[in-house]
């Protein structure tokens, strides 16, 4: 079973930065696709970044030029850099492991001050 967790979620003004962690558990992640997805209260849950086990990355229109998706293997953990941060990034954050299944981790807050 693998179980994944989130840190560095917290409170930020607009414009600044945050830093979220993922880590696995188990030995699939350097085959998995790790995805970093967003709920804000009363939305559906979006993707906001993804990348594949050979590093190609995928981001959500809105935060393209903002956020950088990153993974390092050695550690089981997957990273998003978020830069500039608007007020409309407010939202949990939840961290996937895909292979044939997918794995959610719990989610962590990140909320932005106006």
């Known amino acids: 079973q693998v179980q994944l967790v989130e840190s560095g979620g917290g409170l930020v003004q607009a414009g600044g930065s945050l830093r979220l962690s993922c880590t696995a558990s188990g030995s699939i992640f350097s085959f998995a696709i790790m995805g970093w997805y967003r709920q804000a209260p009363g939305k559906q849950r979006e993707l906001v970044a993804s990348i594949t086990s050979g590093g190609s990355t995928n981001y959500a229109d809105s935060v393209k030029g903002r956020f950088g998706i990153s993974r390092d293997n050695a550690k089981n953990t997957v990273y998003l850099e978020m830069n500039s941060l608007k007020p409309e990034d407010t939202a949990v954050y939840y961290c996937?492991?895909?292979?044939?299944?997918?794995?959610w981790g719990q989610g962590t807050q990140v909320t932005v001050s106006s």
């Open positions: 996937v492991l895909s292979t044939i299944r997918h794995y």
